[in-house]
């Protein structure tokens, strides 16, 4: 079945970008999603990109895809404690219902 | 903006007890979903369902059950409630084709 990969941890100091990766194998995927999740909360939609696209940008959030690879990221510029979080990158292959990866842990350090 | 409105942010019941969690949104989405989240085994998909009364499994169904009776609210039941059911639960809501999921803020559960 589908798959999604993620790293468990990444760690920055603040002020530094932050690239956190995703690849998956779903090669029909459609639409691919960044949701950040703060402690204790729900899952909050960053951004999405459409598979035809290389790049998105919003503000300080650059997702880049890379379809050939399938391998997608989402950089962080200037990287503040704010979004020390968990991040979750999530596919949309042919099924409606989509394939998350397990989530990165965003600890931003002074 | 879409909001999707889970009844408790924290809930503690006893073993056997028949627990209720509630989702409402106001999107006027056909889709509505639950997971449970626990750590280092991400999102886990109980059940969802694409319309009014219409209910699929997910990955681990067992001692859930759900109902969709109004398009707006989709409700998670534990039957009788087991320690082993002590987590996060998630529900979420998406419209049609590849509209992305919404989330509500979670709710805590613990069994004792």
């Known amino acids: 079945g589908e798959d999604v990969e993620q790293s468990l941890f990444l760690s920055v100091r603040e002020g530094d970008s932050s690239v956190i990766n995703c690849t998956y194998t779903?090669?029909?995927?459609?639409?691919l999603y960044w949701y950040k999740q703060e402690p204790g909360a729900g899952l909050q939609l960053l951004t999405y990109i459409f598979s035809n696209m290389d790049m998105k940008q919003d503000q300080r959030l650059t997702v880049l895809l890379n379809k050939k690879d399938k391998h997608l990221s989402l950089r962080i510029a200037d990287t503040q404690t704010g979004d020390s979080a968990i991040y979750f990158c999530a596919e949309n292959g042919g099924s409606y219902i989509p394939t998350f990866g397990r989530g990165t842990s965003l600890i931003v350090h002074p | 903006d879409v909001k999707v409105t889970q009844s408790s942010r924290y809930l503690v019941k006893r073993t056997g007890e028949k627990v209720f969690l509630e989702c409402v949104q106001d999107m006027d989405h056909e889709n509505m979903f639950w997971y449970r989240q626990d750590p280092g085994l991400g999102l886990r998909l109980i059940y969802f369902s694409y319309d009014v009364k219409m209910k699929e499994k997910g990955d681990i169904p067992e001692g859930y059950s759900v109902s969709r009776e109004k398009k707006e609210r989709f409700s998670l039941i534990l039957e009788s409630a087991s320690t082993n059911q002590t987590s996060m639960y998630l529900c979420?809501?998406?419209?049609?084709?590849?509209?992305?999921?919404?989330f509500g803020d979670g709710t805590r559960l613990s069994i004792l």
């Open positions: 779903d090669s029909s995927s459609t639409y």
């Open positions: 979420a809501s998406k419209g049609t084709g590849n509209q992305p999921q919404h």
